[in-house]
Structure formats: structure tokens, C-alpha cells
């Protein structure tokens, strides 16, 4: 495995040192508008993700940005893998949109934001009935087969990606680790009340950075990677969108 892997591993080891460090965390947060604090981002690591925003958008089309880069980067990664991992990769993709395609499958109305997203657009047109239709036509056949038996989605997604993955030893144990952690993390709130997100999420990145190194070339390296991508984008739009909302005079939804 490690053989077929060192092509993606050379890559991502490439990426991994590009993520952006505290330091450009530091520059930015004295940073007080949106405008200025953009500026200042593209002298650091984030530029590639800063690119095509402007301070005088509004929240969703920031938003929307950051999701289409993130999107693109994480097709640009995950087809570094070897080609058996493509069906695992591609139903990796639909986990950023769990809770839009719960939205969708409560039948409530799909906000417009939703309808600018190019891989959720397809589901929000019609009823509920034609939704659920358009989701088995794609690749989501799992997640409403969950939504009709009254299970959770979030387990049918982590359920229908192990059934997906490759049948190699040597990589299982990584992925069963990013698996646990990703669940326990992002899909189990913490019981002892609430918790700054950023706090969550350093924890998360300190976690996901030691299973990224523990597993080179192997899968689990890949999709640690792309989680540590995501949670830097995370901060980035909430650095972002507490400056626009600022900027208008509203609060944080």
C-alpha cells in the first residue's frame, strides 16, 4: 500500500505545510473590517482561499465562495488516491452537506443559498416527494432510506462510506480512527455545556494533525487532511462573517 500511496503522500505532505500557521491567525485578528481584513489575507497562506471575495459581500455569497473553493480542492486531492478509492472519495464529498440535505428532507423550504449551490441545487425543486427522488437519483440513495426509517443520517452516511472503503488491512485502522474522531468531534456535541468553537476546534486540528502524520500513505492521511482544510475554513468564515455582520449592525444569526 505505502508504494501506491506515495504520490498523493508527496502531495499532501506539500499542503499540509501551506495550511495557514498562528501567526497569520494572529496578523488577521486584530484586523477590524471585512475589507481590510481580506487585504491582509492575501499576504498570508489563506490567499488561495480569500481569492474572488470582496469585503462588500453579503454572508451568503462569501459563503457560497468558500464552499465552491472547498469543493474544488477537495476534487483536486482525494483524485491523488489510487483509483479502487474513487467511490469512497466521492460519497466523502457529501459529508460538508449533511445538514442541508437534512434541511431538504424535512420538507422545509430550500433558503437561496441552497439554490446557488451547484450540488444541492438539483434537490430543491418541487415537494418533498421530489426531492427524496432527486437524492436517489444521484448518489444518496442511503441517507433517505434513514430519513424514511427515522434513523439518524449522519449514521447512514458514516455506515454507507465503510462499505465503500477498500478491503486493505493495512489502512483500515486510520480510517476507523478519523471515523471515531470525526463523529465524536463534529457529530456529538461535548456534554458538559457549551464550548467556544474555536477552542473545538484547535482541539480537533491538534487531533486530526497527529492521525495525518501516524498514518502517511495511507487513505486516512488524505481525509485528514481535507478535514484540517475544512476546519481552517471554518475559522476563516467566521472571522469573515462576524466583520460583515458587524459592518450591518446585526448580530450573529
Given amino acids: 500500500m505505502n508504494a501506491r500511496f506515495a504520490y498523493a503522500q508527496a502531495r499532501l505532505q506539500a499542503r499540509h505545510a501551506q495550511r495557514p500557521d498562528p501567526a497569520d491567525w494572529r496578523l488577521l485578528a486584530g484586523v477590524g473590517d471585512a475589507v481590510h481584513y481580506l487585504q491582509v489575507a492575501r499576504r498570508t497562506r ?45 460519497w466523502f464529498r457529501r459529508l460538508p452537506e449533511l445538514p442541508a440535505i437534512a434541511h431538504l428532507l424535512g420538507g422545509e423550504p430550500p433558503p437561496a443559498w441552497m ?92 487531533r486530526l494533525t497527529v492521525l495525518f502524520r501516524r498514518h502517511a500513505f495511507q487513505p486516512a492521511a488524505c481525509y485528514a487532511h481535507l478535514a484540517l482544510t475544512a476546519l481552517d475554513l471554518l475559522t476563516l468564515r467566521g472571522e469573515l462573517l462576524q466583520r460583515v455582520w458587524f459592518a450591518s449592525g446585526r448580530s450573529a444569526p
Fill in 115 to 206: 439554490r446557488d449551490d451547484p450540488r444541492l441545487e438539483p434537490f430543491t425543486h418541487g415537494d418533498v416527494a421530489q426531492r427524496l427522488q432527486a437524492l436517489r437519483d444521484a448518489d444518496c440513495a442511503p441517507l433517505v432510506t434513514a430519513w424514511e426509517q427515522g434513523a439518524s443520517i449522519s449514521g447512514a452516511w458514516f455506515d454507507h462510506w465503510r462499505s465503500l472503503w477498500v478491503n486493505e488491512r493495512a489502512g483500515q485502522a486510520g480510517l476507523e480512527r478519523l471515523t471515531a474522531l470525526i463523529q465524536e468531534a463534529l457529530l456529538r456535541p461535548p456534554d458538559g455545556g457549551p464550548e467556544d468553537p474555536g477552542i473545538q476546534r484547535e482541539r480537533l486540528a491538534s
Fill in 46 to 90: 489563506l490567499r488561495p482561499w480569500v481569492l474572488g471575495l470582496q469585503g462588500e459581500q453579503d454572508s451568503h455569497r462569501i459563503e457560497l465562495t468558500l464552499r465552491r473553493h472547498f469543493q474544488d480542492y477537495a476534487d483536486e486531492v482525494l483524485h491523488w488516491l489510487p483509483a479502487p478509492w474513487s467511490r469512497s472519495s466521492d
